[in-house]
């Protein structure tokens, strides 16, 4: 479906990789490979918006439609996501309208398939304030938390006491850090994900498929990571990373924290992993969003003991119903 816009700009949305235009790998949330990660999944209907000025492509984002429940039907069960600002192709472009126009273009497309939206890991909590607005979105103030990995002190003098404790200790215990090079054991490692308490507190891990496309057309293809902890063979943790350019994004990341407590399987993970990203050159660690603007909570104020940055960010809600968006504005504005 096409949009026509001011500025000679066109949208059009896809649902189909293959209809797209080749497009460069720019913001890691916004790559086409985005369909691939996303595939074979009954309940997940991706999407890409482009927006075009004459036959160039100028930007693109990427949303994914999901229903809560693969068993349940109707645009009441159904939500539309979003990550990150979009890619921009057109360094030359007014980034600002065109967000506008992606924000405007994706309402019109979704808002009689989904019951909300939401927009998430900004990094910026300005960025596109007015066409959020302008649509009907409220926003809720979250904590990005991110670590610079070229800063003249490396990240070992950035950790805490405590935290350099905890990795020695884990050292010392001889826990070690390896990488997921092949299919072996990827359906053991998703159900030690999927069973961490981490996502029992937040929202459920995504199915196994999801897991599976992300080491295929990711892992394989130097787009990511995925890192283990491992202690006399046993796994005990991991890291899940995602590659844009000169960022390392976490997607996931969990330990066995029960169980081997005193192995800090976390911290210890986390650690070797940022370390990990500072020897192969990038310059940013992005926890991304980490909870509501509060530096005191419990996983903001963990994540900063490893020498990182809170920064003040924003996600941004619209519900399809005029009542309740009415109502939730007035709740979180």
């Not at 075009?52 to 159904?78: D, H, Q, T, W």
């Not at 003098?157 to 884990?170: E, F, I």
């Not at 929202?203 to 992300?214: A, G, H, L, S, V």
């Not at 926890?287 to 005191?296: E, H, P, T, V």
Request: with cysteine.
């Amino acid at each position: 479906m096409y949009y026509s816009q001011p500025m000679n700009y066109q949208v059009k949305t896809y649902y189909r990789k293959e209809e797209i235009p080749p497009l460069n790998d720019v913001k890691f949330f916004h790559y086409v490979s985005s369909f691939d990660w996303n595939r074979n999944i009954s309940f997940y209907r991706p999407l890409m918006l482009v927006v075009f000025c004459g036959e160039k492509p100028v930007a693109a984002m990427f949303a994914l439609i999901m229903r809560i429940n693969r068993l349940l039907y109707g645009s009441i069960f159904r939500r539309c996501y979003i990550s990150q600002q979009p890619s921009f192709y057109d360094e030359k472009a007014n980034k600002i309208a065109v967000f506008d126009l992606l924000i405007s273009s994706l309402v019109k497309e979704v808002e009689n398939k989904v019951f909300f939206i939401e927009y998430r890991n900004l990094n910026d909590a300005v960025f596109g304030y007015k066409g959020f607005r302008e649509n009907g979105f409220y926003s809720v103030k979250w904590i990005n938390v991110r670590n610079s990995l070229q800063r003249k002190r490396k990240i070992w003098d950035q950790l805490s006491s405590t935290r350099k404790n905890q990795v020695n200790k884990a050292r010392r215990k001889g826990v070690v850090l390896e990488e997921l090079t092949s299919h072996d054991n990827l359906r053991e490692i998703y159900k030690l994900i999927d069973k961490s308490n981490n996502w029992k507190m937040s929202n459920k891990f995504p199915p196994y498929q999801y897991f599976e496309n992300f080491f295929n057309c990711y892992v394989l293809h130097g787009k990511g990571k995925i890192l283990l902890s491992r202690h006399n063979e046993k796994i005990i943790g991991g890291i899940i990373l995602g590659f844009e350019q000169k960022t390392v994004y976490v997607l996931y990341f969990w330990g066995k924290e029960k169980r081997y407590k005193t192995y800090h399987p976390t911290v210890f993970t986390i650690y070797s992993a940022m370390e990990l990203a500072e020897k192969e050159g990038y310059e940013y660690f992005d926890f991304m969003d980490s909870g509501y603007l509060n530096i005191n909570a419990g996983k903001p104020r963990f994540l900063l003991q490893f020498g990182g940055k809170p920064k003040s960010t924003r996600r941004w809600y619209r519900f399809n119903w005029g009542l309740l968006n009415f109502l939730a504005k007035k709740i979180y504005d």
